[in-house]
């Protein structure tokens, strides 16, 4: 990367009335209605006042944000443990409960590790991927237990073996995916500003199920402990098979309900936000009842089928990422045309090789930090233009852009020391 490195804004502009690129729609993950369509503000040195922006509320306001879902989701997280933590003592015992805990980390760390590289481009907030992973782990396997009774009362009940299949192949799917993506509902109507694409979707949904199957893998773990004549033989059994073969089944399941969400908040209406939970929920049901139905042949359904459908879902979400990456190309290159960054920086910022050369760059001055801090306004910056562009709620995100925009300089003057 050369010295000169980002630049300097107030050079040559281009007609702020152009759309670089030649069209609004570089690639199918943001698709703009033409009619919705805005140029960007210009930056003639100094941000101007535009027709939209109310002076008043252009400054910084103070706002709840999202405490009262995180206080809402405490109190549902705290009602769920008081449930779940009996139920899983009473099911593995003190000891069952301990290595099945520490058993069950693993695995999780694999789905977690997962989220991170996918949300690595434009990381959501930590406190609604807490509230996710806490939804998974506790108020949708309180839900779970709370419902299954229900089904319980229709299964079959003319034999012990009818009972158990009936309950892992009609009731485990429809339950446990109702109450996991219950908690992708809640996040795309309370903190929609956060869920407006099918990447959120999908690291949304993967949390959620991440915290799910870690409180699953700690009763099949611990319970293996506590019951077992072999506990240690069969621990490593269902380690294998659980922790192993398929860490990623119910984020998978779930990851379906989060992408067609994803795609559904890309139109920023409540309605289709609830449409789309329903018919999301199609497909997760589906995938987890094939998984729960695999008996005998398990071993040649797992590489025909499951193996198979891992291998397009992780194809999916490169996808998704290359598609973030042209979006944020084409939002930048708007900014750009207006006078807010120079070819250089979009380039750098729209792909993952620039932006590691961009850091690797800072580092050498000591400002690695302030870097990551300019790559990630940015990029908050042009999926804020790309709400703007929805057509939905447009003067709430002129005001958010508009105060971005005004950081942008100071970002760039930290990086340039």
């Known amino acids: 990367m050369t010295s000169n490195f980002p630049g300097n804004p107030g050079g040559p502009r281009h007609d702020p ?3 670089p690129g030649g069209s609004p729609n570089p690639t199918w993950i943001g698709r703009v209605q033409p009619g919705n369509y805005q140029t960007a503000p210009g930056n003639p040195g100094a941000l101007p006042q535009q027709s939209w922006a109310n002076p ?4 910084p306001r103070r706002s709840w944000g999202l405490i009262p879902l995180l206080l809402v989701g405490a109190v549902l997280v705290f009602g769920s443990l008081l449930l779940v933590i009996p139920f899983l003592l009473g099911n593995t015992g003190v000891t069952g409960f301990v290595i099945g805990f520490v058993a069950s980390v693993v695995p999780l760390s694999v789905v977690l590790l997962t989220v991170r590289f996918i949300d690595r481009w434009e990381p959501e907030p930590k406190r609604l991927l807490w509230f996710a992973f806490t939804w998974g782990a506790a108020v949708s396997i309180a839900a779970t237990l709370l419902i299954q009774p229900v089904f319980a009362l229709a299964a079959p009940t003319t034999s012990e073996e009818a009972f158990t299949y009936f309950m892992a192949t009609v009731q485990a799917p429809i339950v446990e995916e109702f109450s996991k993506s219950l908690g992708l509902l809640v996040l795309i109507l309370a903190a929609r500003k956060y869920f407006d694409g099918p990447v959120d979707g999908v690291v949304f949904a993967f949390t959620i199920a991440a915290g799910f199957a870690f409180t699953e893998n700690i009763l099949y773990f611990g319970r293996e402990i506590a019951s077992s004549s072999e506990p240690g033989a069969d621990l490593v059994r269902i380690f294998i098979l659980r922790g192993v073969m398929s860490p990623f089944a119910h984020a998978i399941f779930t990851g379906t309900t989060g992408l067609i969400m994803g795609f559904a908040a890309r139109k920023w209406h409540t309605g289709y936000a609830v449409l789309a939970f329903f018919i999301g929920l199609l497909p ?7 998984w729960n139905s695999m008996g005998q042949d398990f071993l040649a359904e797992y590489f025909v089928v499951q193996v198979p459908i891992f291998l397009v879902a992780a194809v999916g979400i490169i996808l998704l990422r290359l598609a973030e990456g042209k979006l944020t190309r084409q939002r930048l290159q708007e900014y ?5 960054f120079t070819p250089v920086e979009v380039e750098m910022l729209s792909t993952a090789r620039g932006r590691r050369q961009a850091i690797g760059w800072a580092a050498t001055r000591g400002r690695s930090a302030h ?3 300019f790559i990630k306004a940015a990029t908050a910056l042009a999926f804020t233009r790309q709400r703007i562009l929805s057509g939905r709620d447009v003067q709430l995100h002129q005001r958010d852009e508009l105060e971005q925009l005004r950081a942008i300089p100071e970002f760039r003057k930290a990086v340039l020391g």
């Open 17 to 19: 009335g152009s759309m």
């Open 336 to 340: 750009a045309a207006a006078g807010w």
């Open 56 to 59: 008043a509320r252009a400054q």
């Open 371 to 373: 870097m990551r801090n």
């Open 284 to 290: 997760a049901m589906f995938l987890h009842n094939r």
